[in-house]
């Protein structure tokens, strides 16, 4: 007869697997610190600051000063220092944003189901307060660059408007109820990285802002959200389990993904009025080679590789479209 205490002990061993907690399931430092192996955590490296500057965004700051900068060109004249420091409020505000919505996200614990690649606050790399920090920097950078635009053509209201900007780039995913959280990312991304960049480029360096500015910036605007809605679409699922609302979960998986769809086929049609009226502007069409493909993949992807395969597309369409509309109007 099997003593008591035997039967206990295997009692105790058939039981005691499930207390473990799978690890993919939770964030990578906190499973690295329930486990005692801290070296699970890599610290962050130049190439993983470089990673989170996530430069391929920078479509979205390139294109619409480069189409702000040919139709002030076109009309009256350019001033290429102030060309420049538009450059540099751009790309300053959108790498801010970046990091920003890196230490954010990572501090809300939203990265934790997170599917693309891993972010500096989330994966334990680096220290919240080391990527707000730099998040900050870069928001003052832009906000030097901006002041010296102010400076050089003496238009003070534009103070205003550079703060709108900041406190936009800020509560995207920072503050107690960011707007990226409540579906109005993208309306944000338009209208900031399409119109505000695009006919303010124009406005500074000639003071006015003609049809063609307000059309660029359009097309340049509905690039911004297409990309950051392929984004959202890749991580839907995830956002929904941590109550981030994004457009893509409050409107669902198939209607989200024909929204982008939409938006990339609404910016080929506003490209039309440029193509009536420069003679190199149909060429711009070529870049339907990318955008076309892309509008499939996004239409049938079942994974998130196929998803961010779109998203890096989409960006490359975006500065291609930008950047070659923008030569086909200055010269």
Known sequence: MASPTKKTKKKSAKRAPSKRTSPARTNPAKASAASGNPAKVRPATARDWIAGARLRTLSLAVAPVALGTAIAYNTLGYNLAIALLCLGVAVFLQVGVNFANDYSDGVRGTDRYRVGPSRLTGSGAAK????????????????????????????????????????????????????????????????????????????????QVPLEAWLAGIIAGLFAAAILLVNNIRDREQDALVAKRTLAVRLGDLPARILFSVMLASAYGVLVPFALLFQWAPAVYGTLLISAPVILIVLLARTAGELVLALKLTSLAALLTGLGLAAAIAF
Do not use: D, M
């Open 128 to 207: 919240p307060r080391t990527v707000l920090i730099v998040a900050l920097v870069f928001f003052g950078l832009g906000a030097a660059a901006g002041l010296a635009v102010v400076v050089l053509t003496g238009i003070w209201w534009l103070l205003a408007v550079g703060a709108v900007a900041l406190v936009a780039a800020w509560f995207y995913t920072g503050g107690k109820r960011p707007y990226g959280y409540a579906g109005l990312g993208e309306f944000v991304a338009f209208v900031f990285f399409g119109i505000v960049a695009t006919a303010g480029t124009t406005f500074v360096q000639i003071e």
